[in-house]
């Protein structure tokens, strides 16, 4: 019993007729997401490279005000974008090329919501964590020696 794939991507605003045009569209759509990684990730455009919100200093409430926006408070939007055209990725390789559009809907919750949790975790606790040693060693005794 042969078993149609859907041959449409983007929402089904791009149409292919055939499997294998599908598979080049969407290499070529991975090439150029991997390429916009590439320049940024090369040039790091100095626009990008400072946070958006500055750490608020001076009593209980900047103190309750970092600890509730300390993801965004040392957030480079460079790393943004580097973590959003990662999920991107990710989302159309197992959407497209490991046929997940084609299987029941519980699954496909199962394996991409887990899969964008925890992506999501654990890139939030490498930015923290990062930034935290960063400080650390910018302004203690102990220096990089490694």
Same mark, same amino acid.
């Given at each position: 019993m042969a078993h149609e794939h859907n041959l449409a991507i983007f929402r089904g605003r791009l149409k292919f007729k055939s499997n294998e045009q599908k598979i080049w569209g969407v290499l070529i759509f991975l090439s150029i997401v991997t390429a916009i990684e590439v320049v940024l990730g090369i040039y790091k455009p100095a626009a990008l490279m400072h946070p958006w919100i500055s750490p608020f200093e001076g009593g209980l409430g900047a103190t309750l005000m970092n600890i509730i926006l300390a993801p965004f408070v040392f957030l480079i939007p460079l790393n943004l974008i &580097? #973590?959003? /055209?990662? *999920?991107?990725?990710?989302?159309?390789?197992?959407? $497209?090329?490991?046929?997940?559009?084609?299987?029941? %809907?519980?699954?496909?919750?199962?394996?991409?919501?887990?899969?964008? &949790? #925890?992506? /999501?975790? *654990?890139?939030?606790?490498?930015?923290?964590?990062? $930034?935290?040693?960063?400080?650390?060693?910018?302004? %203690?005794?102990?220096?990089?020696?490694?």
């Open positions: &580097f #973590l959003f /055209l990662t *999920i991107v990725k990710a989302y159309y390789i197992t959407w $497209d090329f490991m046929h997940m559009r084609d299987e029941r %809907s519980s699954l496909r919750k199962a394996v991409v919501w887990t899969f964008v &949790f #925890l992506a /999501l975790y *654990i890139a939030l606790i490498f930015l923290l964590e990062g $930034d935290y040693i960063y400080e650390v060693y910018k302004t %203690s005794i102990i220096k990089w020696n490694f």
